[in-house]
């Protein structure tokens, strides 16, 4: 049973397109998150929903748009996609805020 | 502004070695310490956490060691196995708050 899972895994796309990335939990956490892994491996949180409630935005481009129809679904959508964008993006999710964060295993989004 | 610093950033080890990993913060309102085990194509799995009220917690062979004074952390992996071959994430958080805060991670190779 997967915990935390998202699609697609890989996703390879020209520069300007939209795309969007899907996160779903199982395990009645009330706290979703996006981080993006940069090529140098290193994590950065972009945002965090409480309850379908965005707590943390961190200065992210607003081409960055989370969704959250559910406390057990966060979405990802992106708008104009740029090279710099290219990434692998993790969804986590942890309960009622608090440590620790459980971890998806990532989509590697590649722009052309 | 990096706020953990981990190093060093890759380390080779033989089988049945002491594997060190080391980490640096400097905010002092965090009280949360945990360290992230990740293998190629998969997200990052918590391995072992540590609060400040303690200097040392041990699971198995992995131990972390805390010293608040200096703010460092380390990580601590005895008798290395190939399967402990991965990359290894510090990070560092505040009580309450949702946003965790990575180290540059450390590829970790085990030879046999």
């Known amino acids: 049973d997967t915990a935390v899972s998202q699609t697609p895994k890989y996703l390879v796309t020209q520069m300007g397109n939209d795309k969007s990335i899907k996160c779903e939990q199982n395990?009645?956490?009330?706290?979703m998150y996006w981080y993006k892994q940069d090529s140098k491996k290193f994590l950065k949180i972009m945002f965090s929903?409480?309850?379908?409630?965005?707590?943390i935005n961190e200065t992210v481009p607003n081409r960055f748009s989370p969704k959250s129809p559910d406390k057990a679904h966060l979405n990802l959508h992106i708008n104009s996609l740029e090279l710099g964008d290219s990434a692998v993006y993790f969804c986590a999710s942890s309960l009622r805020g608090n440590q620790p964060q459980h971890f998806g295993d990532g989509t590697r989004l590649s722009i052309l | 502004q990096q706020q953990v610093k981990q190093s060093p950033q890759s380390l080779i080890v033989q089988k049945g070695g002491i594997s060190i990993i080391n980490c640096a913060y400097e905010n002092t309102a965090f009280d949360y310490f945990p360290w992230y085990q990740q293998f190629p194509g998969k997200g990052p799995a918590l391995l072992i956490a540590i609060r400040p009220d303690v200097s040392e917690k041990k699971e198995g062979r992995f131990t972390i060691s805390f010293n608040k004074s200096a703010k460092q952390f380390s990580l601590h992996i005895m008798d290395s196995q190939p399967g402990d071959s991965a990359t290894y994430f510090c990070a560092a958080a505040k009580q309450g708050a949702q946003k965790l805060v990575f180290g540059q991670g450390t590829r970790l190779t085990i030879n046999p």
């Open positions: 929903y409480n309850n379908k409630e965005l707590i």
């Open positions: 395990l009645g956490h009330d706290t």
